[in-house]
Every structure is written in C-alpha cells, then in structure tokens.
C-alpha cells in the first residue's frame, strides 16, 4: 500500500485531526482505540491544536508581506514605501476667512500670515491660522485670505552630529505637509526621498509609523546633510482636529493674534463658507487602492485614470471626476475639466483648489490646460406611503426609515455619476424593521445622475400608516 499523502490546505484543527487519525492505521496496526479519553488520541488532538496555531500564524504572518492581505498599518506603510506612496496622517480643514473694519483707513492694513482665529463651540474651540498675508487696501473695509485648521505647535532637540538623527514629535495628529523644521538660523526644506540629496543639501524627511509617531529624520553626510553637533533643532508643525475641523459657515468669530498698525487695529472676523477637506489619518482600505492607482499613472497626469488618481490622492480630496477631454482641431492643445469633492463633503475651499491645481500643474504634460470645479450635489426626494405592523411602534419605525435614508445617501458611500435606482430605495426602505410594505410615490422611476453630479438626500415625506393584517 502506498504512503497516504497529506493535503497541505487542511491546516485547521478539525483538518489535521482527521488526516492523522486515518494515517495512523498505515503506521501501526497495535492502536485500534480511537476513543477521545485514549491517551495516544489526546497526544494527536494536542499537537493538532499546536500545528493549528502554528499554521494560523504562519499564513497571517506570510499575508502580511501582500498588500492586498496585510492587516497590520505599519506592514502596509513598509509596504506602500516600497512604491513611493505614503499614507496620509490628518488633513487640515481650509476655508477662507474675512477680515473687515468698521471703517475705512487711509493706510493699507496688513494681516499677517499665520494669524490665528477660533470659532467657540460647544464641543471645544477650534483654532485656524491663515496661510498668507493679506491687504486690506486703503478706502477698503475687508479682505479674503486661506486659512488652515490646526494650532501651532513647536519642539526643540540638540543635534548628537549623528548620521541619520531622528527625533520624535509628541503629537499623534500632525498636520499633512505642516511640518518646518530650522537648524539654528537656517530653514531646512522637506524632501520625500534623500536619494537626489547632496551631501551639504539641508533636506530632512517626515515619516509616520504605526503608531502614529511622527518623526524627523536627517541624511548621513552622504545623501542629506548631518545637523552639526550642539545645533538646536527647532520642529514646527500644526496639530490638527482632522475631521472634526469641518465645521459650517460664520462661526469663526474671535481673532486671538492682535493685529497692529502702530496701534491695535479693531478687526472683526468670520468665515464666509464652510471648512472642509479635514480628515483623520488615512484608513488601510483606501490606501490599498490608492497606492497601485498612483503606481499605474507613475505618479504623471496622461489619462483620465492619472488625472483622478492623482486628484483622490491629494490630501483633502475625497473624489475626483473627469468631466471630460476636449481637443482642439490643430491636435496641439488639450483642456480637461475635473469635478472634486473634499474629505467630509461639501464644497472644496479656494485654498485646497489652488493648492490642487499646483500639484496637478507639476504632474501634467505641459500642453494640457486643467480646470477644477466644484462638486454639484443633486438633491433626491423620497415621498413614501409606509406600512406598519400593529405591533410596531409607527414613529420609532419612521426614525429608522429616516436613518436608514441617511446611511444609504451619506458622502462616503455615493460618487460622482452614480444613479439611484428605484428598486434599491423601494428595497431599502421594504427592509427596514417593523415596515410591512410600501408605496413610493418619489422617486417614480430610476434617476440618472450626470457626470459632476453627486446624489445627496434631499426631503423626505413619510406617510405611516398601520398594515391591516
């Protein structure tokens, strides 16, 4: 008789038992009890559950070397540093704030850059900084300027002369891309990659782990310059309330920076639209699609697919559409149009537009002029006659319908284009606990959304009525 073979698949413990128990007749013909209290059968059910758990960790360990099956952040942050891609940490919110006086002045008034304004809510202040400065013009009463969410934080560390130093911020929730860093009198520049760092280049990189501890990180004197020993390193950065920072239009009310102009200068602030693009750190799933979708485009804007890759993977940016490509007649000149929505919904600040359009406009070929638009959300109403069964409670039954609604039409689960067909609001609302069946009076057949378009909830009529059993 030949040697039974193992199938190497079965490596759970129900799996291994069976393959030894009838292994176990080939090898000896003295062992005939198979009863669960024989001593050899409980040896056998022992290292079945060992070679259960070895077999757990093996693979979940070997499925950490694959993007598509890591689990664990840092493997997927080593992993997406082998392509060049890096996870997002928290996102700024940006909005535009305007600074107004009670009356005009004969002298421009400038407000500084990194002024710092809060709005006062419930739940906490929420602090903004503008980017820039900004005139108020002579004969004026008030200016627009960009302005981040974040309050300004700062550290400082003594250089050993080490080659590759690394620091340690203290805070988990650093801005994307606020970090400054200055050696003595000296700015130092950001760099992703010290590889095209000289030896003498003042370049330092950030790098975030799992943990979500951010550090500074220097070159060896051959790639990146080494910070002198005894040199005070002074880190910069903006501690963000990521998602939490998008809050609606004119609640930005107090300036905590006092401007001057020989004197205090009586300024009234406030923030016209809403902030938006604030988001936590970058979740595993999105960065197990964004990271390949930026590797096809080689990080260069060519096809639509470069253009909305590269767009969604802008930090702030939720999605991204083309509209379209229009090309000339002479075949020399392109345009493309694209639609964007920020993180959290709403509409995109003019700071994270124009700081979109330089990015794309260093990725694009120079040929192709590009044009960002604003999302447009396109209100659905649902009109229904809601029967109920007579042991349900008709408002509780309505709350969840209405919730129900919220969830299905929420930002993060539609997309630019995406129709709503009938059937799934009829099933959707149909499926609801306590709901016996319904009339939808609205909408009366699919609806189609056109490209730029979101689809967002708009009224909702719910007529309850008791199910005649």
């Not at 920020?342 to 040929?367: C, H, M, W, Y």
Request: charged share 25%; aromatic share 8%; glycine share 8%.
């Amino acid at each position: 008789m030949g040697r039974a073979s193992i199938s190497y698949s079965n490596k759970d413990y129900e799996s291994l038992r069976q393959e030894l128990l009838a292994r176990v007749p080939q090898l000896t013909d003295r062992w005939t009890d198979f009863n669960e209290s024989d001593l050899g059968v409980v040896l056998l059910e022992l290292f079945c559950g060992v070679g259960d758990m070895l077999a757990y960790y093996l693979d979940a360990q070997a499925a950490e070397a694959f993007l598509p099956t890591a689990r664990q952040r840092q493997n997927v942050i080593n992993l997406c540093k082998l392509i060049g891609y890096r996870l997002d940490t928290p996102v700024a919110a940006t909005t535009t704030l305007r600074f107004s006086l009670p009356s005009a002045t004969a002298e421009d008034v400038t407000v500084p850059a990194r002024t710092v304004c809060e709005a006062k809510l419930d739940d906490g202040d929420v602090e903004f900084e503008t980017t820039e400065d900004a005139v108020i013009p002579r004969g004026q009463l008030s200016v627009d300027v960009g302005a981040r969410q974040g309050t300004r934080k700062s550290e400082e560390f003594a250089s050993t002369g080490d080659r590759t130093q690394r620091f340690a911020l203290s805070s988990t929730s650093i801005a994307q891309g606020s970090a400054r860093v200055k050696i003595g009198e000296s700015n130092w520049e950001e760099t992703r990659f010290f590889i095209d760092s000289d030896p003498d280049s003042k370049h330092f990189q950030v790098e975030t782990d799992g943990l979500d501890v951010t550090r500074i990180i220097f070159g060896d004197g051959i790639h990146g310059a080494i910070p002198p020993t005894g040199e005070t390193v002074t880190a910069e950065y903006l501690e963000t309330l990521g998602s939490e920072g998008n809050i609606g239009r004119d609640l930005v009310t107090e300036i905590v920076s006092p401007i001057y102009h020989g004197t205090q200068i009586d300024l009234t602030v406030t923030n016209p639209i809403a902030s938006t693009g604030g988001s936590d750190r970058e979740v595993l799933e999105h960065a197990k699609l964004q990271a390949p979708a930026e590797l096809r485009s080689l990080w260069k804007a060519v096809t639509k697919d470069d253009y909305k890759a590269l767009a969604e993977g802008f930090p702030g940016v939720a999605k991204a559409q083309v509209l379209d490509a229009n090309d000339c007649a002479n075949i020399r000149y392109y345009q493309v149009n694209m639609a964007v929505a920020p993180d959290g919904g709403g509409l995109p600040s003019p700071l994270l537009k124009n700081e979109l359009a330089e990015f794309i406009e260093s990725r694009k070929v120079i040929t192709i002029e590009v044009n960002l638009f604003d999302p447009n959300y396109r209100p659905v109403s649902v009109d229904a006659e809601v029967y109920v069964y007579p042991t349900e409670d008709a408002q509780a039954v309505r709350m969840r319908i209405e919730s129900a609604l919220r969830e299905f039409f929420s930002f993060e689960k539609m997309t630019f284009g995406q129709s709503v067909y009938f059937s799934d609001v009829v099933s959707l609302i149909d499926g609801v606990r306590g709901v016996s069946h319904i009339t939808l009076y609205s909408p009366q057949a699919d609806i189609e959304i056109r490209p730029g378009q979101i689809p967002a909830l708009g009224e909702v009529h719910l007529d309850m009525r008791t199910a005649t059993l």
